[in-house]
């Protein structure tokens, strides 16, 4: 459950995803696909469950102790890539609303203060140091939630983490 399994988010991503057998939606669809954006928010909330990530990675040892911790270090491990795609989809017209860090130093450093928040259980208000880091954070919580594909990139209850933080900093 902790690594195997898809969430209600990634396949509400792939099934919308024009170019795989699809064109897209149709509009009635796609207002259905939007609508769960709520519920699977509701969802990542109730999904982590400690008890069985302590099962989980008790008998993995290259597994973090906390769904948290797990998020932060597989983000650490993909720090470069992240950035590089955070710069080069700011300029894109599908992620402007979002105001995405358009530059590297930006993107990294809203990274790291996203990984200090899940890794260390740090409150955000003591990590970022003005409302634009805050910003910065919320903004990339959000394109990595948006992005994050489970199983494929991290488990369920990490990447619930993700989406968590990124309501919370709303």
Not at 55 to 80: G, L
Request: charged share 25%.
């Amino acid at each position: 459950a902790c690594r195997v399994k898809g969430d209600a988010s990634s396949w509400r991503k792939v099934l919308t995803m024009a170019g795989f057998g699809n064109a897209g939606l149709p509009p009635q669809i796609q207002s259905n696909m939007d609508s769960l954006v709520a519920k699977e928010e509701a969802a990542a909330k109730a999904s982590i469950d400690l008890d069985v990530w302590s099962s989980y990675a008790q008998s993995r040892p290259y597994v973090q102790a906390t769904p948290q911790q797990e998020a932060a270090a597989i983000m650490t491990r993909n720090r470069e890539a992240i950035v590089k795609d955070v710069v080069k989809q700011a300029s894109i017209s599908k992620w402007k609303s979002l105001n995405l860090p358009d530059s590297q130093n930006e993107a990294d450093a809203a990274l790291k203060r996203m990984v200090q928040i899940l890794g260390k259980g740090v409150a955000a208000d003591d990590v970022c140091h003005s409302a634009k880091d805050k910003q910065n954070v919320q903004t990339l919580a959000t394109f990595l939630d948006l992005r994050i594909c489970v199983p494929r990139d991290m488990g369920s209850m990490a990447a619930a983490t993700i989406k968590n933080l990124a309501v919370e900093l709303r």
